[in-house]
């Protein structure tokens, strides 16, 4: 891809979003017409979506995009035998939105994307299913929530657990209070990560390095495959994982708004291996009358998740050492509940367990819930607000790691920390020309 300055750039990538917005309303969809979708970023997660989204008969796949071809082709191959017929397959996601037939993008690139790729996405017209953790950074979410509302456009982030069925029933017991009154919540997300590989090979010649890139910084090649561990594109590997955790507990609390104050500890332990992302984090949320804890670590082999082969069937985990759990402390009872389809228990003021639940996965419910939102333009199960919100936790844990405080107030109206500069000056991340996530959305 040829360099291009900020003004070329910013009239290259809006051009038609500006077409767009200027005189076009959100379409009505007839009963039976098909939600035109393309796909950037397709590897392991983005692949998986693909899937998805191609087995339904509501959904036509027109275009599957990453900055590296071979991976663009072999989604295009899934897609070709879900739905008979091949998408367009591009390396850059800018081809997408100058289609005007598109009416969603699905946004599964690393992390440094996602803020940058959705806001695009918004200003052509375009409704976004973002994977989670949503934002790279405070800032850049806070501009994902201003672009959806501006352009008027559906956001949905990949938390799919807060659509599962048995986490609705959970939802409605906590809301029934046959808890008591709810003061303390626990967040675990442990598990084992191996050490990072060693910078590779110089880019291959089907990989559009620049591209992939992007707003983060552009070093000798080796972060396309190992980009997880670092600060330049991710919020790490705790924190890619444990949102999800995090969502799903605030989901079923009602979805507070930011907490107070976060006090945290985190540190490289084990995978000292180059990485700037911590191998191990605890922190504690402070809210009016509510602490959330937060334990994730990325070195205990004895806490995992459950099997694949484990998480639609109907059964619950041996939770102490089930590594996505969340435990809920009441004043008259306590309840795990899991993810990945793993139901929960209710237990009574005795300990005696007096109610259980298996679930199902909730990404076919997710996917659903978000599809039926592009046509009635009602807001998604996981809005991009509550992406923020949630996402926010993790931000929050690292800034206090990267700052060197154990402790930091937060001020929820303007997302920063009060007499904290060291702090605020993490909450945005520096870009590189004509990667800019602008001011003004």
Known sequence: MPTLNRRQFLKQSMGAAAALTVFSGPRVFGANERIVVGIMGTGGRGTSLVEKFAARQDVAIAYVCDPDTRRAKAAAGLVEKAQGRAPKAVQDFRRVLEDKSVDVMINATPDHWHALGTILACQAGKDVYVEKPMAHNVWEGRKMVEAARKYKRVVTVGMQSRSAPYVRKAFEILRSGRLGEIHEVRVLNQMLQPMSKPPGQPPPAELDYELWCGPAAKPAFSAAGNWLPFFEYSCGPIP???????????????????????????????????????????????????????????????????????????????????????????????????????????????????????????????IENFLQCVRSRALPAADVEQGQQSVLLCHLANIAWRAGKGSLAFDPQTESFPNAPEANQFLKRKYREPWVVPDRV
């Open 240 to 366: 890619g994982d444990a949102v999800h955790q995090l969502d799903l507990a605030r989901f079923l609390l009602g979805d507070p708004p930011a907490p107070k104050s976060v006090i945290a500890s985190s540190a490289i332990r084990v995978l000292r291996d180059g990485r700037d992302t911590p191998d191990t984090q605890v922190a504690a949320y402070e809210y009016d009358d509510l602490t959330l804890q937060f334990n994730g670590a990325l070195w205990t082999p004895y806490l995992k998740k459950t099997p694949m082969e484990l998480r639609d069937k109907d059964q619950t985990p041996n939770w102490p050492f089930n590594s996505t759990r969340i435990e809920i402390y009441g004043t008259r009872g306590f309840m795990y509940v899991g993810r990945h389809g793993d139901g929960w228990q209710l237990f009574d003021a005795d300990a005696k367990r007096v109610e259980s639940a298996t679930g199902r996965q909730g990404d076919p419910a997710h």
